[in-house]
């Protein structure tokens, strides 16, 4: 007997297919706010901050782990 049921693969596959439809529309709505509104400058200033504070948030992640890793 397999140990996936038919319900469990219908309900992946309905979520993989729900992600991929969101994420194409919210494509669709950063590239409409970017080059078709009045908000483009806006939205370009806050993508810059989001992917900076990501970043910084990685390297201090790493750095972190180093200063706090037990000496073996």
Do not use: H, P, W
Request: charge should be positive; aromatic fraction near 12%.
């Amino acid at each position: 007997m397999n140990r996936y049921s038919e319900k469990g693969v219908i309900m992946n596959r309905v979520l993989g297919l729900a992600i991929f439809i969101l994420s194409i529309v919210g494509f669709v709505f950063y590239a409409y706010l970017l080059f078709a509104s009045d908000f483009s400058m806006l939205v370009l200033k806050i993508t810059v901050l989001v992917l900076v504070a990501l970043v910084i948030a990685m390297l201090s992640f790493i750095g972190l782990n180093i200063a706090i890793a037990k000496k073996e």
